[in-house]
């Protein structure tokens, strides 16, 4: 057997993902064990499930810090560290028009609560970060703290679709109502944007006209389930890297994309 890998993971919810994964790593599927887990919501399921195997947790309660710091001036409250102008720089998340005063309001609030997880992370040493059903979208304050090696992120999303369709906190539901005959799940590394990273591994389903929201959100369980520790056994092998790939279109422009290669 290999030498194990730390894993952290971050939650909000039941933690059906992480059982997955903690299961794999009690049954030596995958060459990992579980560090810590942490979550944004003390009422997580997923946090029980974490106790049940003897694995440390703890939460940051971004609402209640949100709740904080409103109508509070925040330069006094966000880390020393925090740089907004580098933070704006290199976010994806919000495009377009939008109004100074919420955007800052929105990274300088999430950076405080991010500070705060990232400290106590610091107690859990830990090779890779995986989001198993965390419901609060990442800035690069946080982002560029854990990859403190661009060219070797550590941190896996799941998400439950097929990207780059359906991005956002509906996945199946999204790829229901558009009528699509294949759903699935994405496993990816977190970059700036919303699910935007370069993908690691995806599995995909039949959708039947007999199917509903409820079926179709229980076939990709299912293959999440597979999928994440699957991925996690790939990181664990050294065997993911991410390179820079450039296209030339038909119409002469260039198209430029991280991709994740798999070594065999």
Known sequence: MANKIRV?????????NLQAIIDACESDQIDARVAFVGSDNPEADGLKRARKHGIPTFTVDYQAIIKETRGKPLENLVPEDFDLDTVLARQQLIVGPSERDHVTRFFCTRAIAENALLRHMAAYPFDLLVLAGFMRILTPYFIDRVNTNPSRPRIMNIHPALLPSFPGADGYGDTYRYGCKVGG???????????????????????????????????????????????????????????????????????????????S
């Open 8 to 16: 952290g993971a971050l939650i909000s919810g039941g933690g059906s």
């Open 185 to 263: 799940g994405t496993v990816h590394f977190v970059d700036y944007g919303e699910d935007t990273g370069p993908v690691i591994g995806q599995k995909a389903f039949e959708i039947t006209p007999e199917d509903t929201i409820d079926t179709v959100r229980e076939k990709g369980l299912k293959l999440e389930w597979q999928l994440y520790p699957e991925c996690i056994q790939l990181f664990a092998e050294g065997r993911l890297s991410v390179v820079s790939k450039t296209y030339t279109l038909k119409n002469g422009s260039k198209f430029n994309k991280k991709v994740v290669e798999i070594a």
